[in-house]
């Protein structure tokens, strides 16, 4: 298995610009959830879906962040419109389970906005 | 909700030397504690975790202990390499919801 994989690596855009990143879990696992990291504030919780069903988006900023998992296989998260304050790195992990059960992380994506 | 703290915040051990670091959570639902490693410019990967039923876990030079009564749990690295360089956090659940992460401790081993 090829693991996480997300896109794009890197994003760079100007504020005002949507921007949607993307995310393919594990297969086989149940649980994806959408991460966002900076130096202030660590590693966040943004939203977890289990069997594609957004359970908890209590972690979403505000209501210029959406996320979406149409099928098992396929999960974006969209910023629009996109502010500098929203630079960070931006993870998705999948798990087989929602709780108590080991998180495998994407690569990551790294967004700049200016 | 659960609050997570993790100390120290950063850490230098000489190579060769433990490193301890800890946590504390407020939530005494919690059940399940896993420690992740992230390298510079890498993604995080768990290290080990531990269990409410067990006190305490190893795994070569890594081990887990776990005060439930207290709540707080350590990661304990023996004779530390270079290679361990990294951040490492420290979770927890709240009852049956996704982790909560600590801040992360930013481990530098020294050769």
């Known amino acids: 298995d090829a693991g996480v994989i997300q896109s794009p690596r890197h994003e760079v855009t100007e504020m005002g610009q949507e921007v949607t990143l993307r995310c393919k879990p594990i297969s086989g696992h149940n649980s994806l959830f959408w991460y966002r990291q900076t130096m202030m504030r660590g590693l966040e919780l943004l939203i977890y879906f289990n069997n594609n069903v957004p359970i908890d988006d209590s972690g979403m900023p505000e209501d210029r962040f959406s996320a979406k998992m149409p099928n098992a296989s396929f999960s974006t998260l969209k910023i629009q419109p996109s502010e500098p304050r929203d630079s960070a790195v931006y993870f998705c992990?999948?798990?087989?389970?929602?709780?108590?059960?080991?998180?495998?992380f994407g690569p990551g994506t790294r967004l700049t906005v200016l | 909700g659960e609050n997570v703290e993790q100390h120290p915040s950063t850490l230098s051990v000489q190579e060769g030397d433990s490193a301890v670091i800890k946590c504390t959570y407020s939530?005494?639902?919690?059940?399940?504690f896993p420690w992740y490693k992230q390298e510079l410019g890498k993604r995080p990967q768990l290290i080990i975790d531990i269990r409410s039923n067990v006190g305490e876990k190893k795994d070569q030079r890594i081990a887990v202990t776990l005060n439930k009564t207290a709540k707080h749990f350590s990661l304990h690295i023996t004779e530390t390499q270079p290679e361990d360089s990294a951040v490492y956090f420290c979770?927890?659940?709240?009852?049956?919801?996704?982790?909560?992460f600590g801040k992360g401790t930013r481990l530098s081993v020294i050769a």
């Open positions: 979770a927890a659940p709240p009852g049956n919801t996704p982790l909560v």
């Open positions: 939530d005494s639902a919690s059940n399940y």
């Open positions: 992990a999948s798990s087989l389970a929602a709780i108590r059960s080991e998180q495998f």
